[in-house]
């Protein structure tokens, strides 16, 4: 069982840059794939980035492709998601997930984070 907590969102310039954490519980969170979706009003959750279970593996969405990065330190049980050069159209409620293995589909991915809300303003 692994239990996820988003932070780090918020308001931010078009062009800035928001670091999202995902602090996660439980004993098995080492060996999971940890993966970042978004939701924007009135449209499909849509995959952002994917990270292995080991961090040596990394798939992003084109559209966020040389912007954002995502990461995990497995010793504090937390993944993140630097985003930069943020545009308006990243604005979304951000999930953090978990699935046993990497995955770009949301229906693969078992537990969910409660989701943080990430506005950029033009």
């Known amino acids: 069982q692994v239990q996820l907590v988003e932070s780090g969102g918020g308001l931010v310039q078009a062009g800035g840059s928001l670091r999202l954490s995902c602090a996660a519980s439980?004993?098995?969170?080492?060996?999971?794939?940890m993966g970042w979706f978004r939701q924007a009003p009135g449209k499909e959750r849509e995959f952002v980035a994917t990270?292995?279970?080991?961090?040596?593996?990394?798939y992003y969405a084109d559209s966020v492709k040389g912007r954002f990065s995502i990461s995990r330190d497995n010793a504090k049980k937390t993944v993140y998601l630097q985003m930069n050069s943020l545009k308006p159209e990243d604005t979304a409620v951000y999930y953090c997930?978990?699935?046993?293995?990497?995955?770009?589909?949301?229906?693969?991915?078992?537990?969910w984070g409660q989701g943080s809300q990430v506005t950029v303003s033009s």
């Open positions: 997930a978990a699935h046993r293995t990497t995955s770009t589909v949301a229906l693969e991915y078992k537990y």
């Open positions: 439980g004993r098995t969170f080492s060996t999971y794939a």
């Open positions: 990270i292995s279970w080991s961090g040596g593996n990394t």
